[in-house]
T-cell receptor, first 116, second 115 residues
Framework: EPEVTQTPSHQVTQMGQEVILRCVPISNHLYFYWYRQILGQKVEFLVSFYNNEISEKSEIFDDQFSVERPDGSNFTLKIRSTKLEDSAMYFC??????????????FGSGTQLSVL | GNSVTQMEGPVTLSEEAFLTINCTYTATGYPSLFWYVQYPGEGLQLLLK?????DKGSNKGFEATYRKETTSFHLEKGSVQVSDSAVYFCALSMLYGGSQGNLIFGKGTKLSVKP
């Protein structure tokens, strides 16, 4: 089965530094997502991306966050100035071209971000 | 707002035991309901889903029935195996309101099955 690939699996950074989390969605998918899970908390929706623009974002996704699809294959999440509370597992997901919300999401295995 | 509550873990069972993981939801409108599973070192995978009241989703011996009257979607399996050890997430998605693909998850329940 095709896979969503995330790199790195674990990233450590200092508070205030910029980080970029990378994802390679499944090649013919059109909708892309980032979620995160703080340890012991729920998996939370951050942002969805379609047709080279953000289609929806949560309250968490403030000005410190940005997403980009720089080259038609990668999908990145940038945090400009990391805070301690950004420490979490970040999941990338993608799905195909149907508008239905019932369509299956494919998730990557996540990037564990640790902000020190 | 919309939310999902699932039972706290971890859950530890012996092989061939019966499994229930409770999940209840709060939603305005008509959600679709999902169970996702995350095996160690892997991403979340869709396990089963139900899109309307009284639907039963099933896969790999797991079942869950969409109960509108109790706003529940409990996950069950009659006889668990060691290979079922994973974290299970209940989730919902709204069909209307523009939230296409935006899943609302519970915290996840870690299941450990011992031989």
């Amino acid at each position: 089965e095709p896979e969503v690939t995330q790199t790195p699996s674990h990233q450590v950074t200092q508070m205030g530094q910029e980080v970029i989390l990378r994802c390679v969605p499944i090649s013919n998918h059109l909708y892309f997502y980032w979620y995160r899970q703080i340890l012991g908390q729920k998996v939370e929706f951050l942002v969805s991306f379609y047709n080279n623009e953000i289609s929806e974002k949560s309250e968490i996704f403030d000005d410190q966050f940005s997403v980009e699809r720089p080259d038609g294959s990668n999908f990145t999440l940038k945090i400009r100035s990391t805070k301690l509370e950004d420490s979490a597992m970040y999941f990338c997901a993608s799905r195909g071209g149907q508008a239905s919300t019932n369509e299956k999401l494919f998730f990557g295995s996540g990037t564990q971000l640790s902000v020190l | 707002g919309n939310s999902v509550t699932q039972m706290e873990g971890p859950v530890t069972l012996s092989e061939e035991a019966f499994l229930t993981i409770n999940c209840t939801y709060t939603a305005t409108g008509y959600p679709s309901l999902f169970w996702y599973v995350q095996y160690p070192g892997e991403g979340l995978q869709l396990l089963l889903k139900a899109t309307k009241a009284d639907d039963k989703g099933s896969n790999k011996g797991f079942e869950a029935t969409y109960r509108k009257e109790t706003t529940s979607f409990h996950l069950e399996k009659g006889s668990v195996q060691v290979s079922d050890s994973a974290v299970y997430f209940c989730a919902l998605s709204m069909l209307y309101g523009g939230s296409q693909g935006n899943l609302i998850f519970g915290k996840g329940t870690k299941l450990s099955v011992k031989p």
